[in-house]
């Protein structure tokens, strides 16, 4: 079965994994049931789709050798459509009906900053949430595992380099909702270090973005650079329609959308756009962590590696970690209990630590390029 088909079945509806969970039970050990909530459908699926396919090669070469104490890993995955409403219901029903022991890679900063009542009440973890919102990690939610680092960081830095290339005309185009506004934030830090103020502040709904009237506002700014913080079709549609007006300034957006999805949504007005990144390129196999993704793509035939499956290979890889640690009793409790331990953890040439005052994860930062041929250039 090709790996796509594999990640297909990851994203099973929950009687049909029910069934698969009994089926395992009936032979032996029960499953260690995982839950997701996520935009399997929407705006953010491309994206979606290829950092669980890199979450999906991990889980299926943990479960290849037996899984975790004679226990396979299943993933439960319901739809959000990355609407906020689905994310909570979801998660609900994956936490009292299915009973999962832990939450893992939702998208989406007011869609995971929602769930924190929930996790609370239930005392489940949530493990690499494909948000970096500064919101979720200070003050530190006791049930959620950042493993990526944070927006802001991804904003400053773009900012720090487009000020060294000598662009000081910089404007903000954001998201009108909780990861807008944390992105912005980081931009005005930026700007207040260098006692410089962006040449334009502007933002679209996140529900239904419309670039008609924005775009040339924009325009007659005469920006050198163009920071776009939002999620994959509606990013692809802003720089569309900011390149359709004549701009040409540099274009920049953030880790959310590194994907090859994304490259091929924008055609040949990909090339040029700057990325963030917040793991190692899928080609700097100095680092283990990159070395073993790609044995486990070539083993199970996933084809081309992008930096979202990057992410998700990363995130499968700490969830397990933790899994194996709370080993032989894997429940909520000691899942939470084996991660809040996790110091100095060799993710492969990146190291992780939590401890109860901080679930910050990763603090790693870059910054790629599109090529014309759609690939991110370090």
Do not use: C
């Amino acid at each position: 079965m090709s790996p796509w088909k594999r990640l297909g079945a990851f994203f099973a509806a929950t009687a049909t994994t029910a069934v698969l969970a009994a089926n395992v039970a009936a032979q032996g050990q029960p499953p260690i049931l995982i839950g997701q909530t996520v935009g399997v459908t929407g705006s953010a699926a491309a994206t979606v789709k290829e950092s669980m396919l890199g979450a999906s090669l991990y889980f299926q070469q943990v479960n290849a050798q037996g899984g975790i104490g004679g226990r396979k890993i299943e993933l439960v995955t319901l739809d959000d459509k990355f609407d906020p409403k689905l994310t909570f219901e979801n998660a609900r029903t994956l936490i009292e009906k299915n009973e999962v022991t832990a939450l893992f890679m939702p998208r989406g900063t007011p869609h995971t900053k929602d769930l924190i009542p929930l996790l609370d009440k239930h005392g489940v973890p949530l493990v690499g949430p494909s948000t970096g919102a500064m919101a979720l990690h200070q003050p530190v939610p006791k049930n959620i595992f950042h493993i990526r680092a944070p927006y802001q960081r991804e904003v400053e830095m773009a900012i720090e380099h487009m000020l060294r290339q000598g662009s000081t005309r910089i404007g903000i185009l954001h998201v009108d909702d909780a990861f807008g506004e944390d992105g912005l934030e980081g931009a005005q830090k930026a700007f207040k270090a260098h006692n410089m103020q962006a040449a334009f502040i502007e933002k679209f709904d996140r529900a239904k973005p419309d670039f008609s009237a924005i775009a040339p506002r924009i325009f007659e700014k005469r920006p050198q650079t163009v920071i776009v913080i939002g999620t994959g079709q509606a990013v692809v549609d802003a720089i569309l329609a900011l390149r359709a007006t004549g701009l040409a300034a540099q274009l920049i957006t953030l880790s959310n959308n590194a994907s090859s999805g994304f490259t091929k949504a924008l055609g040949d007005k990909a090339r040029g756009v700057i990325v963030t990144q917040v793991f190692p390129s899928e080609r700097s196999f100095s680092y283990p962590l990159i070395q073993e993704l790609a044995h486990a793509a070539k083993t199970q035939g996933a084809g081309t590696v992008s930096p979202a499956v990057v992410e998700g290979f990363a995130n499968a890889k700490v969830l397990v970690e933790g899994l194996r640690r709370a080993a032989p009793t894997i429940d909520r409790q000691h899942l939470r209990a084996a991660l809040d331990g996790m110091s100095k953890y060799d993710l492969g040439g990146l190291e992780i630590s939590y401890s109860s005052t901080d679930h910050s994860g990763l603090d790693y930062a870059d910054l790629s390029i599109i090529t014309a041929d759609g690939r991110f250039q370090r």
